[in-house]
């Protein structure tokens, strides 16, 4: 089974940065497509950030421009540096990686999550 262990959560003032890391148990390079995703409280789960295995990437409007996802398969890891933090951004973050299965089948995995709070 694979894990995905985040960190790099904290408490931070607004206009802040974070970077949060995201180390897998195995290969990153395996997966399709490695990603950010956050759940504040009383809210649906929503997109962050993604990366592909090529490294293209996609960002939520929200956070176009203030986000960046990298990753680094060296180290088997994913990034999400976090800068001009706002309150609204304030969530759980759980990374996510997905991959194909010798037999088509989607395999799905995700982190227990960090917390971000951003005061204002």
């Known amino acids: 089974q694979v894990q995905l262990v985040e960190s790099g959560g904290g408490l931070v003032q607004a206009g802040g940065s974070l970077r949060l890391s995201c180390a897998a148990s195995e290969r990153i390079a395996s997966f399709n497509t490695m990603g950010w995703y956050r759940q504040a409280p009383g809210k649906q789960r929503e997109l962050v950030a993604t990366?592909?295995?090529?490294?293209?990437?996609n960002y939520a409007d929200s956070v176009k421009g203030r986000f960046t996802i990298s990753r680094d398969n060296a180290k088997n890891a994913v990034y999400l540096q976090m800068n001009s933090l706002k309150p609204e951004d304030t969530a759980s973050y759980c990374c996510?990686?997905?991959?194909?299965?010798?037999?088509?089948?989607?395999?799905?995995?995700w982190g227990q999550g960090t917390q971000v709070t951003v005061s204002s």
């Open positions: 990366i592909t295995s090529g490294s293209i990437t």
């Open positions: 996510n990686a997905g991959r194909w299965s010798s037999d088509s089948r989607p395999q799905i995995y």
